[in-house]
């Protein structure tokens, strides 16, 4: 009984970490999902905080992957279901990852066009 409680306390555990990242990362990335609202002079913070959210995002990716073709149990047949969502789960995070980084690029433009520099 003992076992069973750890075992769920364990995944809990890490439920809840994933949870805080996505959380941390999302507040990381906001300037980039709203870029209209966002003040251009504070560019430069704004790119810091873009290049830790998207490394926080390549590294789920990486872990996300890891999952999906080396799984810690070999022995055990994983489902179909499983499988389907690790894969949306990582198509889905992909493609988070090229939408903010051509939100950055967006960004990028706006501040040069604003300064008169041309690419």
């Given at each position: 009984?003992?076992?069973t409680k750890s075992?769920?306390?364990?995944?809990?555990?890490?439920?809840?970490?994933?949870?805080?990242?996505?959380?941390?990362?999302?507040?990381?990335?906001?300037?980039?999902?709203?870029?209209?609202?966002?003040?251009?002079?504070?560019?430069?913070?704004?790119?810091?905080?873009?290049?830790?959210?998207?490394?926080?995002?390549?590294?789920?990716?990486?872990?996300?992957?890891?999952?999906?073709?080396?799984?810690?149990?070999?022995?055990?047949?994983?489902?179909?279901?499983?499988?389907?969502?690790?894969?949306?789960?990582?198509?889905?995070?992909?493609?988070?990852?090229?939408?903010?980084?051509?939100?950055?690029?967006?960004?990028?433009?706006?501040?040069?066009?604003?300064?008169?520099?041309?690419?």
């Amino acid at each position: 009984m003992e076992a069973t409680k750890s075992v769920i306390s364990k995944r809990g555990a890490k439920i809840w970490f994933v949870l805080i990242l996505w959380i941390v990362t999302a507040w990381l990335l906001y300037p980039l999902i709203a870029v209209d609202s966002v003040n251009l002079i504070n560019v430069k913070e704004y790119l810091y905080r873009s290049a830790a959210g998207i490394t926080i995002m390549i590294i789920l990716l990486g872990k996300t992957i890891c999952d999906l073709l080396f799984p810690l149990e070999i022995s055990r047949k994983k489902s179909i279901f499983y499988l389907t969502f690790l894969t949306l789960y990582s198509l889905a995070i992909l493609a988070g990852i090229i939408f903010m980084i051509s939100r950055m690029m967006l960004v990028y433009y706006l501040k040069s066009s604003e300064s008169g520099l041309s690419f």
